[in-house]
């Protein structure tokens, strides 16, 4: 009965000073949704079902993310709005180097509070102003049949 | 009288002429230290309002090549007589009338070229009236490459309780943000004190929307609006290599030519930059920073970056944006104006009475585009350079994918929804074709739109042909009522 709390508080120390793992969400199983609020020290506050996808939302004290599973527990689309962006590198996963590069290779236009980032496979999109940031990450190609872009905010 | 000054001014001259020669060692016995060759005089050419001020520093130049400060051991002399007055440490002061003067300083035979400084009339619009010049001559053109609808501001940044100050154009202003943010490479000349953070220093990433940031410390700066009296407040300077950039930062902008903008003067409806979130919780924004480590930090309200208007003495609650109307083809440039305060002077006090929109925490009402099903989060923003807004408008093929490019001008309907639910108001607005637009030599432009995932972000063109109130969270403003809003 003493001992399991003690495992419990290890537990706890020892998650708090592992370095945190490069994570990945995009394209990956639900499982990365747990990692990912490990990632984000964020909760997980509700989550909602569709006919074609489930919504995940997980709140950090600066960003309340939104993942989108599909059926078979993918994560195809991410969606987000808070004080700051989440980590797009954690958000991105295995996506975050095409997404760099294509930012990179687009011009930089001054007075927009907005952006569109196209890869081959991901699209980012941002808006907002202070204290309110939102944002958006999805793979178009692995959106489940049936269901549009537009559903992601 | 004048014997007794020049008896005084030899006295505080001989340590400069003495000291170099007993800290130099290497002199011949009892050769003469270091003497001095040259004197000059910087502002060269600077205008001040009647009744302002100015302060001019001597700078003299030794045989030995070191150059100093020499401003308060100069005798200041300016013609002709009656225009300025010039103190013994070189700050002028106008005495009324206008004109311009020549002004040198001089040490024993030493006397500096001449110095013009000009005196203009005073503002008779009053001391809280801003000039905003869109694309005009606030704006520096090092920075405004292919940037249209930029409206510019000049804000006075001095030393806290000291007279040394610069003053700083390409000033961005921003209803979409709060607090003053100014470059380090345009304060040259200030040593400003880093706030305290913990048993750190304070700093500060701002990220936009657009998924650029900036970086820097916050420090304490007596900050000048119009000619409004100083204040002293925390503003972020703006510098990518101070200490470590935390890496949610990302790549903070290094220069005002990357990031478009000398400064960036927020003044939209609330009175700090973070607000409770950043008193209880490390959200991102503040850093303690102690040599290079910095780590997430809280900050009370007291000692956010603010609102500067929130901190003024009177014309507190909020401001007034004025921009002349422009003509569907666009306009090279445009003048408006900023006024400080809403019905706390004659000036700013509006004749007939606005709709106001109240707005949320976050500064944002409603908006719902003619024709949409449900309605957007929506915000008043003179730091966006066109309407941004969910539309089937074709976007423009090529370069401008950023905007519409309707095969015609295009008149539009939204209706703002108050953050309380009410009350309701259509606005009327017209989108042109960008593509035809930015091929004409124009800067500023009324009718240009882009799309929007998101939300409906009434950018600059909103302003033009309006007065449109901004009260700050937590104020009352005679008949428009407690912020946050916005009214029209």
């Not at chain 1, 309340?64 to 059926?71: H, K, M, N, P």
């Not at chain 1, 699209?123 to 872009?149: D, K």
């Not at chain 2, 004025?322 to 900023?338: E, I, N, Y």
């Not at chain 2, 939300?455 to 008949?479: A, E, K, Y």
């Given at each position: ?27 990956e ?10 990632a ?33 527990g ?18 991105l ?26 890869s ?12 309110n ?9 692995l959106?489940?049949?049936g ?5 992601i905010? | ?11 505080l ?14 002199g ?6 270091p ?20 302060q ?42 206008t ?7 001089a ?16 503002s008779?619009?009053?001391?809280n ?53 100014v ?6 000349g ?23 940031s ?14 409004e009296?100083a ?12 200490a ?5 930062c ?8 990357a ?5 960036v003067?927020?003044?939209?409806p609330?009175?700090q ?15 303690s ?7 997430g ?28 109307s ?6 090279p440039?445009?003048?408006g ?6 019905g ?9 009475a606005p ?11 409603r ?10 989060n ?11 807004f969910?539309?089937?408008?074709p976007p ?18 939204a ?7 009410s ?16 091929a ?17 972000d ?12 901004i009260?700050?969270n937590?104020?009352?403003s ?11």
């Amino acid at each position: 009965m003493k001992i399991a709390p003690l495992i419990l508080c290890l537990a706890l120390l020892a998650g708090l000073f592992l370095p945190q793992p490069s994570l990945a969400t995009l394209g990956e199983g639900a499982d990365s949704v747990t990692k990912d609020r490990h990632a984000l020290s964020a909760a997980k506050r509700a989550s909602t079902s569709h006919a074609k996808y489930t919504v995940q939302e997980i709140a950090s004290d600066a960003t309340t993310v939104r993942e989108y599973l599909d059926l078979s527990g993918v994560v195809f689309a991410v969606a987000w709005n808070g004080m700051v962006h989440p980590d797009l590198t954690t958000i991105l996963g295995s996506y975050a180097g095409e997404f760099k590069d294509a930012k990179r290779k687009m011009p930089r236009q001054h007075g927009l509070k907005r952006s569109k980032v196209q890869s081959s496979r991901v699209i980012v999109e941002t808006w907002g102003h202070m204290g309110n940031l939102q944002g958006r990450a999805y793979l178009p190609a692995l959106l489940p049949e049936g269901v549009s872009a537009d559903e992601i905010n | 009288m004048k014997s007794i000054n020049l008896l005084i001014r030899i006295i505080l001259l001989l340590p400069l002429v003495i000291l170099p020669a007993g800290c130099g060692g290497g002199g011949g016995g009892g050769a003469p230290g270091p003497s001095l060759v040259s004197l000059s005089v910087t502002p060269v050419n600077t205008s001040i309002t009647a009744g302002g001020t100015q302060q001019l520093t001597a700078t003299g130049t030794f045989s030995d090549g070191t150059t100093r400060d020499v401003s308060s051991q100069s005798t200041w002399t300016s013609s002709p007589a009656g225009v300025v007055r010039i103190s013994n440490t070189g700050l002028v002061s106008s005495l009324g009338p206008t004109g311009s003067v020549s002004i040198t300083a001089a040490i024993g035979t030493v006397t500096s070229p001449p110095v013009t400084l000009t005196v203009t009339a005073g503002s008779t619009a009053g001391a809280n009236v801003m000039a905003v010049t869109v694309n005009g001559s606030l704006c520096s053109d090092a920075t405004s490459a292919n940037y249209f609808n930029k409206p510019c501001v000049s804000v006075t940044i001095c030393n806290p309780g000291s007279s040394t100050c610069v003053t700083v154009n390409d000033i961005l202003l921003d209803t979409g943000s709060y607090g003053l943010r100014v470059f380090n490479q345009a304060l040259t000349g200030l040593n400003l004190t880093q706030a305290p953070s913990g048993t750190g220093s304070l700093a500060e990433c701002i990220q936009f929307a657009d998924g650029s940031s900036i970086w820097g410390p916050v420090k304490l700066a007596s900050v000048q609006l119009g000619n409004e009296p100083a204040v002293q407040m925390p503003i972020q300077v703006i510098d990518a290599s101070f200490a470590t950039t935390p890496t949610s930062c990302g790549q903070p902008d290094a220069t005002p030519a990357a990031a478009g903008y000398t400064g960036v003067l927020g003044v939209g409806p609330l009175a700090q930059d973070c607000g409770p979130n950043c008193a209880n919780t490390r959200v991102g924004l503040y850093f303690s920073c102690t040599g290079a480590v910095c780590t997430g930090a809280t900050v009370g309200l007291a000692d956010q970056v603010p609102n500067p208007v929130a901190r003024l003495p009177v014309d507190k609650n909020g401001v007034q944006v004025r921009l002349p109307s422009v003509a569907l083809t666009g306009a090279p440039t445009l003048v408006g104006s900023l006024l400080l305060g809403i019905g706390t002077q004659t000036n700013n006090t509006p004749a007939v009475a606005p709709t106001v929109l109240p707005a949320n925490q976050q500064g944002e009402f409603r908006a719902t585009l003619s024709g949409a099903t449900s309605s957007v989060n929506s915000f008043l923003d003179t730091g966006s350079n066109a309407l941004f807004f969910p539309s089937s408008l074709p976007p423009c093929t090529g370069a401008n994918f950023n905007f519409y490019c309707p095969p015609s001008t295009t008149s539009l309907t939204a209706t703002m929804v108050g953050a309380t639910g009410s009350p309701s108001l259509p606005v009327q607005f017209t989108i042109g074709n960008a593509n035809g637009l930015f091929a004409s030599n124009n800067n500023v432009f009324s009718d240009v739109g882009g799309p929007s995932t998101f939300g409906f972000d009434w950018g600059l063109p909103f302003f033009m042909g309006r007065n449109v109130f901004i009260g700050i969270n937590g104020t009352v403003s005679p008949n428009l009522g407690t912020g946050p809003f916005v009214a029209f």
